[in-house]
């Protein structure tokens, strides 16, 4: 007979947003998505077994066991996949971390917080209205703001980064990702103390 080892349960939820499909794949708003790429890089797993409308997978990380989510709903639709997600590992909002990108933060800034409103992001917005709290903590990416008043946010947010905004934004990647880890290993205090510069 054969007996299958009980797994550890899930302590943190940590979700990356962004929009499926290749066209989005280089765009401000797919800077979250960018930390995960860079999370199961690390780790050596593969974000891609299809769970709550996301694609999903558990590490260890920073000594916590972790579910990676990558929402597959289109940004404004986000808090269905963290709702499932929360309900199924029955943990609080509080134990679930954002990360997204940040239009009023210049390129390659990060800004850490414990909870917060959207700001007027889509997807924390939803996450918000779906959850019912704004009681989680997030990690925000600048991507930096559109350059005119009259730009369209929509079409700024789902523009291809380039040039120096590019770099920038791909080092901020890197430290968002060693943020996340430092969270799960010492504490949001830690990362905020760190990272928030």
């Given at each position: 007979?054969?007996?299958?080892k009980k797994?550890?349960?899930?302590?943190w939820?940590?979700?990356f947003?962004g929009?499926p499909?290749?066209?989005?794949e280089?765009?401000r708003h797919n800077?979250?998505?960018?930390?995960?790429?860079?999370?199961?890089?690390e780790?050596?797993?593969?974000?891609?077994?299809a769970?709550f409308?996301?694609?999903?997978?558990?590490?260890?990380?920073?000594g916590?066991r972790?579910?990676?989510?990558?929402p597959?709903?289109?940004m404004?639709?986000s808090?269905?996949?963290?709702?499932q997600?929360m309900?199924?590992?029955?943990?609080?909002?509080?134990?679930v971390?954002?990360?997204?990108?940040?239009?009023?933060?210049?390129p390659g800034?990060?800004?850490?917080?414990r909870r917060?409103?959207?700001?007027?992001?889509?997807?924390?917005?939803d996450?918000?209205?779906k959850?019912?709290s704004?009681?989680?903590?997030r990690?925000?990416?600048?991507?930096?703001a559109?350059?005119?008043?009259?730009?369209?946010?929509a079409d700024?947010?789902?523009s291809?980064?380039?040039?120096?905004?590019a770099k920038q934004?791909a080092?901020?990647?890197?430290?968002?990702a060693?943020?996340l880890e430092?969270?799960?290993?010492e504490?949001?205090?830690a990362a905020?103390?760190?990272?928030?510069?």
């Amino acid at each position: 007979m054969f007996f299958r080892k009980k797994l550890e349960p899930v302590e943190w939820i940590a979700v990356f947003l962004g929009n499926p499909g290749l066209r989005y794949e280089s765009t401000r708003h797919n800077a979250g998505f960018m930390v995960a790429d860079v999370i199961a890089k690390e780790t050596v797993v593969k974000i891609n077994r299809a769970k709550f409308n996301a694609l999903t997978a558990v590490v260890t990380l920073g000594g916590k066991r972790v579910l990676l989510v990558k929402p597959q709903t289109y940004m404004n639709l986000s808090g269905n996949s963290v709702r499932q997600a929360m309900k199924f590992h029955n943990l609080p909002i509080q134990n679930v971390i954002i990360i997204s990108d940040e239009t009023s933060l210049p390129p390659g800034k990060l800004r850490i917080r414990r909870r917060g409103s959207s700001g007027g992001h889509n997807g924390l917005r939803d996450i918000i209205k779906k959850c019912g709290s704004e009681d989680f903590p997030r990690i925000r990416i600048g991507v930096g703001a559109p350059p005119y008043d009259e730009y369209i946010l929509a079409d700024w947010v789902l523009s291809a980064l380039k040039g120096d905004d590019a770099k920038q934004v791909a080092d901020a990647v890197l430290r968002a990702a060693a943020a996340l880890e430092l969270t799960m290993m010492e504490g949001l205090d830690a990362a905020m103390g760190k990272y928030n510069g």
